[in-house]
């Protein structure tokens, strides 16, 4: 039988700014107005502000603030409310009443299409409420203020959000790059010691994969950086979100339509953690184990020298990371559990399994097949140095 066929092309350019400032409510910074009104510098913006309860908890002032600026820039900006604060953590990921309950909020102020919704807050608070905003009247603006290192460094300055749903880590989730994203590094003066380390996690993957000279650089400041001090701290951050920005801009997959995730180095085995510990490790301390099983699998297999995977341990440890955790023994029908984080992650993915190993340091590899004999002599070897 005969078919026609049109082939229709289409390509939406995205483009956002990424601000670094202080004091991103004090009325006299400008960054935070200019974010939202890039586009229509002359008319008034709506905006609403959701809150981690982490965040507001630390800084209770945060809604006064929030509302002084908006009425010192009046002739710009509508606060439309007070702030809606959301449980921080990645409960408000797991539980869905928290995502109905901002879908329902944007409802009730009447939110449109060209509104823009500012939250503040951790990685899990910007991918649930981002996911929120995303799905609502097909997306509303958002502003993101993270407040982590984490969220500073990688998931802030990206384009996904998402929640976990049926015990899948971002089961629910969609592409939906930012408005704008401005990173305030006062916020991490209230983060506590085990988030900024774990944040740390996400800034080693992605020099491990990409940048030689920034491992090198993490190596010699191991010390500082294990103390959190704050100049180091946020060195180690924007440069881990200048790679995760050039990832995004260059790799020509921003929205990671193939199967390959060459920034996931390391999650195949972190997000199973994550659920088989019931988020009791967070993200970036799962990926701290997750890169350590795969940076010895590697060594094993011969993808690189045992020395490279030496160095990944040993700056780990470094910076505080505990790299084995007892749910790598949970067992379901005799089979380690942790294994069946390479199926969800290939069903994740797409397509034909993509794991990427180290090659050396700073160089990735991509791999589609693993040998269980060696992941699990991976894991013994960290038990036995644990
Ligand atoms: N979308 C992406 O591309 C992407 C990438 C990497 C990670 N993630 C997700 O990010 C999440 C982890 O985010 P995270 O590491 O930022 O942790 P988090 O959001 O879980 O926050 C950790 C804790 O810190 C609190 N908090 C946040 N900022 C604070 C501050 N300034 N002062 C005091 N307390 C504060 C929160 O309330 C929470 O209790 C995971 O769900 C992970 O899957 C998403
Ligand atoms: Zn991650």
Redesign the pocket.
């Known amino acids: 039988l005969e078919f026609r066929r049109a082939l229709q092309q289409i390509s939406v350019p995205f483009d956002y700014p990424v601000y670094g400032t202080r004091a991103v409510f004090d009325p006299s910074n400008l960054a935070l107005v200019e974010a939202i009104s890039r586009r229509e510098p002359a008319r008034r913006h709506r905006l609403a502000l959701v809150i ?4 507001r ?3 209770p002032s945060l809604g006064v603030a929030a509302r002084r600026y908006a009425e010192a820039h009046a002739a710009r900006l509508e606060l439309t409310a007070e702030p809606l604060v959301v ?4 409960l ?2 797991n539980e869905p009443a928290h995502l109905a309950n901002v879908q329902r909020w944007l409802h009730e102020l009447g939110m449109d299409r060209q509104s823009s919704v500012v939250i503040v ?7 649930m409420a ?1 996911f929120a905003a995303a799905t609502t009247h097909r997306g509303v603006r958002v502003v993101r203020i ?6 500073q460094g ?3 300055v ?5 929640v ?1 749903a049926f015990g899948k ?2 089961f629910l ?1 969609t592409f939906a790059p930012p408005f704008a994203v401005i990173n305030d590094f006062d ?6 010691h085990r ?1 900024k380390i ?2 740390m996690a ?1 800034a080693v993957k992605v020099a491990l994969v990409r940048d030689r000279g920034f491992f090198a650089w993490i190596v010699e400041n191991v010390g500082p950086l294990s103390r959190a001090e704050p100049l180091p701290l946020e060195e180690i951050i924007e440069r881990c979100a200048e790679l995760h920005l050039l990832h995004i801009r260059t790799s020509g997959d921003p929205f990671e339509l193939g199967s390959a995730r060459p920034l996931d180095f390391g999650h195949w085995a972190a ?1 199973k953690l ?1 659920s088989l510990t019931d988020h009791r490790l ?3 301390e799962s990926v701290a184990i997750g890169m350590a099983i795969d940076s010895l699998y590697s060594a094993r297999t011969g993808t690189c020298a045992a020395s490279v995977a030496e160095s990944v341990i040993d700056a780990l440890r470094g910076l505080g990371f505990r790299l084995f955790d007892d749910a790598l023994r949970h067992r379901s029908r005799g089979r380690l559990e942790v294994l069946s984080g390479l199926d969800e992650f290939r069903e994740h993915l797409g397509g034909e399994l993509t794991v990427t190993l180290l090659a050396d340091v700073g160089r990735g590899i991509e791999v589609h097949e693993m040998q269980e004999e060696a992941i699990l002599w991976a894991i013994d070897e960290l038990e036995r140095r644990a």
């Open positions: 981690d309860a982490g965040v908890d630390a800084w449980a921080g953590g990645e408000c990921k807050g951790g990685g899990a608070v910007l991918d981002g993270p407040t982590t290192v984490l969220a990688d998931s802030g990206g384009v996904k959000n998402g976990n880590k971002n989730g916020f991490l003066e209230t983060l506590s988030d774990a944040g996400e997000h994550e967070r993200h970036g």
